[in-house]
């Protein structure tokens, strides 16, 4: 997996929650072929919830829809789903605090997240 891609299972993770439905799913039924690296996205995933950073950060458009991305995955408790699962994979580093590195603020663009039959008629 490139550092791209990575980028953007971490946002995927971290932001569109049937995704990150997906991924609990796996793991309690057991099917995770890589945990380790299962490890690291969700890590990674946490540190997008973490503090926006004050400089280094890619542009303020993608600034701004991560703050945006950040607001709206507090409705579905998605800081804390993350923690639980990072809990059940074993993670026993200690988990991302205050600001997140610049790098990983990108313009990142996430599937639509609306119900099928919406998605047909617009």
Not at 2 to 18: G, I, M, N, S
Not at 88 to 106: I, K, S, Y
Request: include cysteine.
């Amino acid at each position: 997996m490139t550092a791209r891609e990575k980028l953007q299972a971490a946002y995927e993770l971290a932001f569109y929650p049937p995704r990150f439905h997906e991924v609990w799913r796996e793991v309690k039924r057991h099917a995770v072929q890589d945990r380790e690296q299962l490890l690291e996205l969700v890590r990674m995933a946490l540190l997008l919830h973490a503090a926006l950073p004050s400089s280094r950060y890619s542009s303020e458009r993608a600034l701004r829809r991560l703050a945006l991305y950040q607001a709206d995955a507090r409705a579905f408790r998605t800081p804390t789903c993350l923690r639980n699962l990072y809990r059940v994979l074993g993670g026993d580093e200690p988990l991302p605090t205050g600001e997140m590195p610049g790098w990983m603020v990108r313009d990142i663009g996430l599937p639509p997240f609306c119900h099928d039959s919406v998605k047909r008629a617009g």
